[in-house]
């Protein structure tokens, strides 16, 4: 579906007070288009309409036309520079959304670099699940091969043992 007529259907959803799948829409268009303001303001919007003061102003906080008090509540309640920085959910260019945001998000990820000491990027480094080892694989092959030669033997029992049997 469109961005225009998902975030249609997720005004239509917060005036018809579903906030809960407005929220969820919204999210969805923010990760999508994480530099159109507009979607994060609507976003803020319906945290705002839930009383979520520190969602608001963290939905808003790119914004030109902030509530300072939502802004204050966000930062409150989010611990430390880099959690602040990911809670974004920023991706691309900095300057993509316009020279307020731009300063915004310069801000936050400078503070959080001085908080590290070193470079920090606005998507959070997850360590990648470690596969298996090229050991464990070759032993988890070798066993379901033992496994195959174990069954195929006891078919072959069973067929003799029925056979004999029956004569």
Known sequence: MPADQTLARARAELAAGDTARARQRLRGLVSSYPHRLGIRAELAAAYRAEGDVAQAGRWSFL???????????FLRATTGPVPRMRA??????????????????????????????????WRADR???AG??????????AGCF??????????????????RWIW
């Not at 033992?146 to 056979?163: C, K, M, Q, S």
Request: charged share 20%; glycine share 8%.
């Open 63 to 73: 914004c030109h036309d902030r509530d300072e008090a939502e802004a204050e509540a």
């Open 132 to 141: 298996p080892s090229r050991m464990a694989s070759l032993l988890g092959t």
């Open 146 to 163: 033992v496994l195959a030669v174990v069954l195929v033997a006891l078919v072959v029992i069973g067929v003799v043992t029925v056979v």
């Open 88 to 121: 974004m959910r920023w991706a691309g260019p900095e300057d993509a959304a316009g020279r307020w945001a731009q300063e915004r998000l310069v801000e936050l990820r400078t503070t959080a670099e001085i908080a590290t000491g070193g470079q920090v990027t």
């Open 127 to 129: 360590p990648r699940p």
